[in-house]
């Protein structure tokens, strides 16, 4: 059967125009900062900066994944380099930095970080040049802690640097891939222009970072010092650094009874392919009802291994490393893949699925270097009933966890997955009574994380204390249809364009919204995006109808929404559907809207929504700015908003919910001037 929605689901992107572990920091006085930072890249007097999403962790206590690692920003330790941002436009460097800043080193220049507490072991996010014509460099970083024991780690651009529209290339050269698309450079479709526009090359860079990880050897205390230093005649005319993770690491876990995959020859100093050796030892341990067991090393794995009722265990993600090279098919696969890599893969759902499939404790590494939508190169796929998926580490895939239902009961725990082409985790297709918790996300190509309803219902799931970082595209989290699931106490930071924080769209297809949608208690930090082919500012949390009216009972309760570039809620629908689709009866209830670039609300569809103790400061314009669906009739706008008491505060033109605006005042601006927000502080 082909499986024509595979991966990275094919959901064109065309538009019309339209918490800090625990730590002993005395001894260094560890100092606490919110998105400002400290000025002027330097370092703080009372000591090292520690922060989460390059905010005040303070400001987002009980909120997002719990981690073992402390979160440095660049711009907060001492250095000889350049500060770049802030800066929120897409395809800039500083955008798609953490906080939105980061610095900018040229040869012979340093970051220098001072440990908040023990660590044998760091994470560097960075970014360096492009080759000319696409295709990546590498480059040396020097690492020495205490001016001592220096290491050098490879930085490469050879994942990173995309362009031009939907699903991108890797050329820097390439002409318009769609030239009968609408783009905003020229506001018009070329294809159809006369004369035809000159478009600037490289179009539209974008999916500038990476991120390394490297053990230090030795475990070192609070208040050493890690210099990150770019070395004299590199090759890399600048190295931008992000910030810097460190950790201490446990010992390898090891596992004595167990079906060990070296004793079916299994090659741990990755030279030889292990693909076969791990299917023996997944044999012999399903007959004998052992465990397997991967234990330090680096194997290489260049194809999927199918995984059913069956418990793989690592040493632990910082010690096994099963890595893969992205090989090219002599022709399409059934599923219409033109490559595969490493993968565990459930049996497909069309094929009876997998069940009791139990991963932990590695990482999976691949080599996906381009967005092909067809392929099936993703960390984890197929469908797995009744599973876990637990403390992995997942790179340089397409999509780190694409599951394909119908499926139910999987659990997905305590992972990181970073430096993705397209999503991190996708429930695709009634994947039901499911629980996604405790995860870091960083740096992914589409949606952080998304359920999407492809013609069966995602029902009954939970996305909870989450954190997604720096998502290129699209949204941190996304809910596409689907029946009574639950997005709560989840931390969004920065995304950038074409999507925002937190969403729910009736699009790609999707079931209808049934029952309730509920989100609770999340954080979205610097979202309210620019939507650069509709030319206007999106919500923190926005909600549109595309493919169908939405009237499911969706309940906003408790969200925090920190910085918003522009608005911190949007009702919207696309023009071409505007009076066929309205959006009716959201509930907001209990907010905190520190600092909106423009708007609390803005409401650009047919339809109503309510609000409850919505508190707000620090507002850039008109607090609702009511365009309905834009027929502005004498009886006011399509939009009806009701106010349900306590809802105060506002900023630069008085309370946010005035009484005038109400019920359905028309205050439409499609486009008001943006006043930058100050920096989130406590409420």
């Known amino acids: 059967m082909t499986r024509s929605i595979t991966g990275a689901a094919t959901r064109s992107r065309r538009w019309a125009p339209a918490v800090v572990a625990s730590a002993t920091v005395a001894a260094v006085g560890l100092t606490l900062v919110g998105s400002a930072g400290v000025a002027n890249a330097g370092t703080s007097a009372t000591g090292p900066v520690v922060t989460r999403a390059a905010l005040d962790p303070a400001l987002v206590a009980g909120r997002g994944a719990d981690v073992a690692f402390l979160e440095q920003e660049a711009e907060n330790a001492a250095t000889d380099g350049t500060l ?71 930085l490469t651009s050879e994942f990173s640097w995309l362009y031009n529209q939907y699903p991108f290339t890797n050329d820097p050269n390439a002409g ?59 090759n890399a005319a600048w190295t931008v650094i992000d910030l810097l993770d460190s950790e201490l690491v446990g010992a390898p876990h090891g596992r004595l009874f167990a079906a060990n995959v070296l004793a079916f020859g299994a090659d741990p100093t990755g030279r030889r392919e292990s693909s ?14 052992l465990k397997v067991y991967v234990p330090p090393g680096v194997f290489q794995v260049n194809r999927h291994i199918i995984v059913d009722d069956v418990t793989i265990e690592g040493a632990g993600n910082w010690y096994t490393i099963i890595k893969g090279k992205e090989v090219a098919l002599s022709e399409p696969a059934e599923d219409g893949s033109v490559h595969t890599g490493v993968g565990f893969y459930g049996k497909y759902a069309e094929d009876g699925g997998s069940r009791n499939v139990h991963l932990s404790g590695f990482t999976i590494e691949g080599d996906v270097r381009e967005r092909i939508d067809t392929d099936q190169v993703n960390g984890i796929g197929g469908a797995m009933s009744d599973s876990t998926i637990d403390g992995l580490y997942i790179r340089h895939t397409k999509v ?20 993705q082409m397209a999503d991190a985790l996708n429930f695709r297709k009634g994947v039901t009574n499911s629980q996604v918790l405790n995860n870091f996300i960083r740096n992914t ?41 639950t997005v709560s106490h989840n931390l969004v930071a920065d995304p950038v364009r074409e999507g925002s924080g937190l969403h729910a769209g009736s699009r790609f297809g999707a079931t209808p919204f049934a029952g309730q949608l509920k989100f609770t208690n999340n954080t979205a930090v610097r979202s309210g995006t620019y939507e650069l082919n509709w030319n206007i500012g999106l919500g923190a949390i926005w909600i549109y109808a595309l493919d169908k009216t939405i009237d499911a009972d969706i309940q906003v309760t408790g969200d925090h929404y920190l910085d918003s570039t522009y608005n911190a809620i949007m009702m919207v629908s696309e023009w071409s559907v505007k009076d066929l689709y309205q959006i009716r009866g959201v509930k907001f209830k209990d907010l905190r809207i520190d600092g909106t670039g423009t708007s609390v609300l803005s409401a650009r569809v047919e339809g109503g929504a309510s609000f409850e103790n919505v508190d707000a400061r620090n507002v850039g314009a008109v607090g609702i700015n009511n365009c309905g669906s834009f027929h502005f009739t004498p009886a006011g ?36 001037p943006v006043v930058v927000p100050p920096a989130p502080s406590a409420w």
Not at 185 to 201: D, G, H, L, M
Request: aromatic share 10%.
């Open 84 to 154: 770049i941002g802030p800066d929120r436009t897409a395809y800039t460097l500083p955008a798609e930095a953490s906080g939105r800043k980061a610095v900018k080193l040229v040869p012979g220049q340093y970051v220098e970080f001072t440990l908040p507490a023990a660590a044998n072991a760091i994470t560097v996010r960075y970014s360096i040049p492009d080759a000319p014509n696409g295709g990546g460099i590498t480059a040396p970083l020097n690492v020495t802690v205490n001016g001592k024991n220096k290491k050098v780690m490879t």
């Open 176 to 234: 318009l891939l769609h030239e009968d698309w609408w783009i905003t450079e020229c506001a018009c479709v070329p294809a159809f222009t006369e004369p035809k526009p000159v478009i600037s090359k490289p179009f539209r860079p974008m999916h500038f970072y990476d991120e390394q990880r490297l053990l230090l050897g030795k475990t070192y205390q609070a208040g050493d010092k890690v210099r990150l230093t770019v070395p004299g005649g590199s």
């Open 276 to 289: 076969d050796a791990f299917d023996k030892a997944i044999a012999f341990a399903k007959k004998w009802k």
């Open 400 to 419: 780190g966890l694409w599951f394909d239902g119908p499926m139910d009961n999987i659990k997905v725990t305590n992972n990181i997955i970073v430096d």
């Open 445 to 485: 190509g589409d949606d952080g994380l998304a359920m999407w309803s492809d013609g069966v219902a995602d029902a009954n799931n939970v996305y909870d204390h989450n954190t997604v970082q720096s998502p290129s595209l699209a949204n941190g989290i996304a809910i596409y249809g689907g029946t009574d699931n």
């Open 637 to 672: 706008s399509e939009f009806v908003v009701t106010d349900l008491g306590g809802n105060d505060g506002g900023g630069t033109t008085g309370p946010w919910m005035a009484s005038w605006e109400l019920p359905n005042t028309i205050t439409c601006d499609d486009r008001p």
